[in-house]
């Protein structure tokens, strides 16, 4: 008489098969011994799958990066607002509106919002102005905008700069032959709004073209006391002029934010009342 039975001998292959080793034995007649009969080994034949658990953190930040993606070849073509159709503009809401689900409601991070920034697209109107008066006035230009935040070792608020480089054709240099500032205080006034007050107007870093200076002080002809005090003046020159409101008390200008979206190479915001969008890059640290 056979008996067959599975020795309980396990192994793992690399192909994830379990490895199980079947052996016979016969009980012969008379006999209290166990002789083994034939011995075989063989395959289970089945498949062995093992589940990965997707990294779901991995998966959100890649999303992320692919929507901050799209928005910034949205708004590539627009001129920084100024060019936008109305099918552009909404394509870039949607866009826009994509990236800020993702920390939305999450605290302002001082230190990650601490920088320089340069606008990349607005449909601000008191930005949009400046855009249009430079595209039209053969005698203006507008160079890069950037928005200048301090408050890196502050809790509920700080100083915000608002930054314009401009120039005039054949009087200063091109794109940066002027800077405009305008500074403001900010604080915190929920999660993720901030009240601005406008404080003053600077006009500053004044840079001449080379026909301007050979126009005050010819190459040809010895530089007069007169002309080196005159671009001395002018390289050195800055204006300040403080914002107040003209209405009562003269109260200085305000106006409130909110600040959709931030991480460390991207900032987005809104001018709550329908004052337009802000789509900011993170830029070269900005002397002023």
């Known amino acids: 008489m056979h008996i067959g039975f599975f020795v309980g001998k396990f192994g793992w292959n690399s192909h994830c098969l379990p490895l199980v080793t079947k052996v016979i034995y016969e009980i012969r007649p008379h006999s209290s011994k166990l002789v083994t009969n034939k011995k075989r080994?063989?395959?289970?034949?089945?498949?062995?799958?093992?589940?990965?658990?997707?990294?779901?953190?991995?998966?959100?930040?890649?999303?992320?990066e692919n929507k901050k993606h799209n928005l910034l070849l949205a708004v590539q073509d627009t001129q920084r607002g100024l060019?936008?159709?109305?099918?552009q503009r909404s394509i870039i809401e949607e866009a826009l509106v994509s990236v800020e689900g993702y920390n939305m409601g999450a605290p302002l991070d001082m230190?990650?919002?601490?920088g320089t920034w340069r606008l990349q697209y607005t449909s601000a109107p008191d930005v949009v102005?400046?855009?249009?008066?430079?595209?039209?006035l053969p005698f203006f230009q507008v160079g890069q905008i950037f928005q200048k935040f301090e408050c890196r070792d502050q809790l509920r608020?700080?100083?915000i700069r608002n930054v314009v480089r401009w120039s005039i054709p054949n009087l200063l240099e091109e794109q940066e032959g002027a800077t405009l500032v305008v500074s403001a205080k900010f604080d915190i006034v929920s999660v993720r709004n901030i009240y601005l007050q406008f404080e003053e107007i600077q006009v500053q870093d004044i840079n001449i073209?080379?026909?301007?200076?050979?126009?005050?002080?010819?190459?040809?002809?010895?530089?007069?006391?007169l002309s080196l005090q005159i671009l001395q003046f002018l390289r050195t020159f800055r204006a300040q002029v403080p914002?107040?409101?003209?209405?009562?008390?003269?109260r200085s200008v305000g106006g409130l934010y909110y600040l959709s979206y931030l991480d460390q190479n991207m900032l987005l915001g809104r001018a709550v009342g329908g004052?337009?969008?802000?789509?900011?890059?993170?830029?070269?640290?900005?002397?002023?």
């Open 209 to 225: 073209s080379e026909q301007l200076q050979a126009v005050i002080a010819p190459a040809l002809l010895p530089r007069s006391f």
């Open 83 to 87: 060019a936008a159709t109305a099918d």
């Open 129 to 136: 102005v400046l855009l249009q008066a430079a595209a039209r």
């Open 41 to 64: 080994s063989f395959h289970n034949k089945f498949l062995c799958s093992v589940a990965v658990a997707p990294d779901r953190n991995r998966v959100s930040e890649v999303e992320l």
């Open 111 to 114: 230190a990650v919002l601490d």
């Open 157 to 159: 608020g700080g100083v």
């Open 243 to 250: 914002v107040r409101n003209p209405g009562i008390g003269r």
């Open 275 to 288: 004052g337009g969008v802000f789509v900011f890059t993170k830029a070269q640290p900005l002397e002023l």
